[in-house]
T-cell receptor, first 111, second 112 residues
């Protein structure tokens, strides 16, 4: 079973920031938080990951709370092409690369 | 340049047939995976290979047999296809088991 909880759906206006929350209250000390997204009819795409510090790359920012029990993925200026299902995944390095996907959040970016 | 490519993209076949799905990655990764996405859109790992060695086998029926001729390829052979095998199958690769996975665009298998 997935160790994360996400809202099933969210809407965001084009050009605004999209903030996607994730709860992972049972995360272990050596487990990372990963975010992937799946655009319709495509394979999952890696976005970002982090352990305890906030992370930023060209796609998004990841904010992890100090107790590591929750995180937020931020798409700073959402576009229509960001419409997708976003998955928050907790993953340990000793799991052989296994990703356990939950239901994710279906983000709809609207004009 | 497609990093992880799967063929075919669509596969329609009848129950009882045997079929194969091919996967190739040109990223130089040493670990490859097969995931299955069912009609409810849940993605679940099936197999993982590292340098041609099986490291994850998630209680998949033995009708499914992965084959890794080299570390750039991981093919999936399915015997005696059943209706419940209808799904989208995704191949993925990573450098080691701790790096992000790169996924292909899937093979939609329909068993009639």
């Amino acid at each position: 079973d997935a160790k994360t909880t996400q809202p099933p759906s969210m809407d965001c206006a084009e050009g605004r920031a999209a903030n996607l929350p994730c709860n992972h209250s049972t995360i272990s000390g050596n487990e990372y938080v990963y975010w992937y997204r799946q655009i319709h009819s495509q394979g999952p795409q890696y976005i970002i990951h982090g352990l305890k510090n906030n992370e930023t790359n060209e796609m998004a920012s990841l904010i992890i709370t100090e107790d590591r029990k929750s995180s937020t993925l931020i798409l700073p200026h959402a576009t229509l092409r960001d419409t997708a299902v976003y998955y928050c995944i907790v993953r340990g390095y000793n799991q052989g690369g296994k990703l356990i996907f939950g239901q994710g959040t279906e983000l709809s970016v609207k004009p | 340049d497609t990093a992880v490519s799967q063929t075919p993209k669509y596969l329609v076949t009848q129950m009882g047939n045997d079929k194969s799905i091919k996967c190739e990655q040109n990223l130089g990764h040493d670990t490859m995976y097969w995931y299955k996405q069912d009609s409810k859109k849940f993605l679940k790992i099936m197999f993982s290979y590292n340098n041609k060695e099986l490291i994850i086998n998630e209680t998949v029926p033995n009708r499914f047999s992965p084959k890794s001729p080299d570390k750039a390829h991981l093919n999936l052979h399915i015997n005696s296809l059943e209706l419940g095998d209808s799904a989208v199958y995704f191949c993925a690769s990573s450098q080691g088991s701790g790096s992000p996975l790169h996924f292909g665009n899937g093979t939609r298998l329909t068993v009639t």
